[in-house]
């Protein structure tokens, strides 16, 4: 059974929450609700949450407060929000607010009872896909992965986050351009369930709009058609070196590209039409169709000037500013310290010949012959200028004696590193045997 915790001391949030649940008979979650500031926080620091639902419409828990705690120490940023709000509050004001947090989507009051439990059960199925951050993952390799996402409106600001957060969580986009990305997406994909899957044209949804019809609602009634229904949109990325490639595909028969272009760029800014086109093409480096009409494609430059924030335990350590052509590891030395990566980008190399890079995602260098007190195995040099968080072993050790959650979290890193180590090598067994059973 999985703790879920719920930050909220509404008692009508706690009793549509818990029936949400109850409805759903075969998902096992203890639900933890946390009201007080002390208890909260010890939750998050020491359970190590996956997922926390959090109340940002709280009428009594200081949520401003818990929320500068979590944005305030980088190694809070571990686990993904579902956010709570009432119609008072506006959905954009909190996402721009909270932009650095890892608020992954909001549900209103009328969404929490219908779309809460399946959001959950989307998120934990891609929680390793969107928080993956390892130790040296080599950035040649490239990330790529999909969602297929059902002709659903109310759940599509969930799947814009969570490709929003494979960036951030990188670190290869600014958090100030989080919430531009996460709406670009959110608006490509309703207009792949709306104009493409539903085929609701232009005409029929300005008509629709103007007597006061929602278009969620419009979408519903389209989707009686059984043969509609069974439509889904693929939303597609692959995370290279340099950029970040996403595709979203659907099922519809297509339209005329251009005529449709041409037409959003006569309206008024200020129209709803084409609102999802015009913020991509503003926060994307490339944006285009395909022939049918069915495919959209957005590319996103990556910002190797983007610093990771340093975590508060770290923060009165010596901070070193490298340039180009600097060596900051040698090969075989002591490894008698490591380096939280602030910003920049690495080449290692093993035997002279490069093996590999690092980059801010990759959290820390050096950190195995430091741990292991052993010698180290690569030599690692600076491809630009960057920053980095000296830490000696005697520092580490203070620094977890005072923070003792980054002990465990630590330890999880590693803990992945090994699983990601265990599954390579299985992976080469196994082509191994392939090639003696083809050999004899």
Known sequence: MAVLGIINSDPEITKIVEAAFAAVPDI???????????????????????????????????????????????????????????????????????K????????DNFRLRSHLVKTIQIIEQSYQIIFQREFTRDLLDGVSGSFTIENDILAIPLYAGMGAMLLTQRSLIDTDKKMYLQLALG??????????NCGITYEEKTTVLEKGISVVELVAEKCKDPAIRGRKVEFLWDIGRYITTFVIRDEGPGFNVQAHLEKIARQDILSLHGRGIRIAQMFSSELKYNEKGNEVTMVIKHDDAVEHEVPLGFSKEQILTVKAGDILLRENESGDCLYYIVSGRYSVFHNRKKVGSLSVQDIFMGEMAFLLNQRRSASIRADGPGKLVRLSRKALVNIIREYPHYGIFLSKLLAKRLVRSNDQNAILLEKLKNLNRQDG
Not at 187 to 196: D, F, K, Q, R, Y
């Open 28 to 98: 096992d979650y203890d639900l933890k609700f946390l009201a007080e500031k002390e208890e909260i926080l010890r939750f998050l620091g020491y359970d190590m949450p996956e997922i926390v639902i959090i109340n940002f419409s709280d009428p009594v828990t200081d949520i401003g407060k818990i929320m500068a705690h979590i944005t305030g120490d980088r190694w809070m940023l571990n686990f993904g929000i579902v956010g709570i709000y009432s119609g008072r509050d506006s959905e954009e004001k909190i996402l721009e607010k909270y």
């Open 100 to 107: 650095a947090a890892n608020l992954l989507t909001l549900l």
């Open 187 to 196: 608006e490509l994909i309703i207009n792949a369930v709306e104009h493409g």
